[in-house]
């Protein structure tokens, strides 16, 4: 059984940074996509970005620039650091991960971090 660990949001001022982590554990596996999105009140749950094994990453257009997804394969961590935020990345983060166990692969999610921007 993998679980999901997420950990570094927090409380932030305007142009300030985070670096979201996501740790994988549980199993023998290999990520093959990693994805991040976010909630904010009363909106939908949104993609931020993305990375596929082996293809190009995917970054929506409100945090390209500054967000960037990476991973640490020896730690089975996936990143998000977050640059220049603002209020408007407010928000619940959660981790979405594909991992392949052996032939087959399994969709899994974090618990979710809260980030707040604010002064």
């Known amino acids: 059984q993998v679980q999901l660990v997420e950990s570094g949001g927090g409380l932030v001022q305007p142009g300030g940074s985070l670096r979201l982590s996501c740790a994988a554990s549980?199993?023998?596996?290999?990520?093959?996509?990693m994805r991040w999105y976010r909630q904010a009140p009363g909106k939908q749950r949104e993609l931020v970005a993305m990375h596929n094994s082996g293809g190009s990453d995917y970054y929506a257009d409100s945090v390209s620039g500054r967000f960037t997804i990476s991973k640490d394969n020896a730690k089975n961590t996936v990143y998000l650091q977050m640059n220049s935020l603002n209020p408007e990345d407010t928000a619940v983060y959660y981790c979405?991960?594909?991992?392949?166990?052996?032939?087959?692969?399994?969709?899994?999610w974090g618990q979710g971090t809260q980030v707040t921007v604010s002064s």
């Open positions: 979405n991960l594909i991992l392949q166990v052996l032939t087959l692969q399994y969709e899994y």
């Open positions: 549980g199993s023998s596996f290999s990520i093959r996509t």
